[in-house]
Structures are given as structure tokens and as C-alpha cells.
């Protein structure tokens, strides 16, 4: 946290160098009011709300999609949903891994979905398209044949903070909730794509419905932190990212 003690040296080392002031004031015009869209959601969504903060970037997954695009070959167009896609970066990134599929992006931040939807048009591609998550209630059950959640059960402050316990941040319940709506819309035989995650499928009653497969090729780091049902802290590292469900 940065007090006001703290602020005012800042400020005064910032007002020696030569345009510091000025760099200063334009970051935060930037970032404030992504963070006023953050706050609002907290606010208001607070049981809603799983990773607040919008990270995101192009190819970030590249043998994840590599592995998926693989698993969705045999099928003519998929479906396939980017759950929490933040300004659509995933969802753009995902055309380069499986050119005929039709793509939906959702987000519950409505700042995310409009820059996701000002990018599309820039480049316009009519087999994607971006909504707000509260939409995603209306799709029709058993829609797409992969649902992908990456960097989405997870917050940012359980990864600073590393507390025992992680129910004041986020607590387990909302993720097993969160992957309860998520089942409904995948189809039988289609797949969950969960990454990036503080939670696993393994602790949720919907375990038995999918079969776990790991990347064991991949080159980003298993997960290692993580909360059980009992919401307390758990470091026991962890592959599980391609659900398959019965089907
Ligand atoms: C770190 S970003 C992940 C972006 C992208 N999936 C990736 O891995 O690069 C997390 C995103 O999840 C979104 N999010 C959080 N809770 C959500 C919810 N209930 N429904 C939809 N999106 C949500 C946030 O707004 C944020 O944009």
C-alpha cells in the first residue's frame, strides 16, 4: 500500500526528474479507469467476480492451443468459448490455432468487452464475437465443444498474499459455482480448458464427469498453489488442464 508519506516522497524524487510529472500523470489517466471498472465490479458483483484484474496478452498458451486444436480437429466448425477473455486477446489468438471455428469471447467487464469489440472491428472477423458475461446465462445448454477458462479461477492477491485461508479474497464455493455454469454449456464429448488456476476441477463434485488429461510437454510451470473445498492452502504441484466430458 502506498500511505501518504510514502506518495508525497514519490512525488517529490518524481518532480526532479526531467518529465516524470508529466509520465506520471498519463499512466494514471490510463490505468485509473480500468480500475474504476474493477472497483465497480467488486462492488456490485462481488459473488460474480473471479480474477478482477484483466492481464492478458497474444499466443499465451501456444501448446495449450496446440494440444486443443489437435482434440478439435476431427470436428468441421467448432464452438469454442473464451471465458473471461479479458480485451479478447485470447480469442484472437485462438483463430490463428483453429481458422474455422466460431469463436465467443465473454467477460464480466464491460470496459474488457468493448475494447475486445473496438479491436474486432479494426479487424473484422464474423466468426467471433464478444459479450458480457451475464449473457452467458442465456446460451442455450450444451453449446460449445470447448470452454476455455484460463487465468480466470485464480486472483491476483491469493498469488501476493499466499494466505492460509483463501475465503475473504475468493473462496472455493465461488469456483465450484463457477464450473457448475460452465458444465452446463459444454457439450458431451466436448472439453473444459482450465489454466492459470488457484482451484482444481479434481476437488468438484463434477470430477467424475470428465476425464483429466495433463501437458506434460508443456513448458510453462505446473501450478503449485492452490485452495481445496475447505478453502484452506494447499502447494502440491499440478499438471490437470484438457477436461474431456462424458459424453
Ligand atoms: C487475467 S484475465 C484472463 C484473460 C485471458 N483468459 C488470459 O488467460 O490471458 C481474467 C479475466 O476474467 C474476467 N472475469 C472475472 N470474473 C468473471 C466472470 N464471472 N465472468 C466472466 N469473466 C470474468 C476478468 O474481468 C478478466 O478480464
Known sequence: MVTADRSDLLRRIAA????????????????????????????????????????????????????????????????????????????????????????TGIDINPRAIAEARRRLALDPDPAIRFELAADVAGEPAESYDAVLALAVFRHGELERDRPENCAAIMPFARFAGGVAMLDRIVK???????WNSHFRLADTPLAPAYAAQTLPWSESAPMVLHYGPDDRRSEQAYAEVLFRKDG
Do not use: N
Open 188 to 194: 458431451p464429448g466436448g472439453w473444459l480448458v482450465i
Open 16 to 103: 526532479r526528474i526531467p518529465g516524470a510529472m508529466g509520465a506520471g500523470r498519463a499512466m494514471r489517466r490510463l490505468i485509473a479507469p480500468d480500475l474504476r471498472a474493477i472497483g465497480k465490479l467488486r462492488r456490485e458483483q462481488p459473488g460474480a467476480l473471479f480474477q478482477p484484474f484483466p492481464t492478458t496478452f497474444e499466443d499465451r498458451y501456444p501448446e495449450l492451443f496446440d494440444a486443443l486444436a489437435a482434440r478439435l480437429a476431427h470436428i468441421e466448425r467448432p464452438r469454442v468459448l473464451s471465458f473471461g477473455c479479458a480485451d479478447g486477446a485470447e480469442a484472437r489468438s485462438l483463430r490463428r490455432w483453429l481458422p474455422k471455428a466460431e469463436i
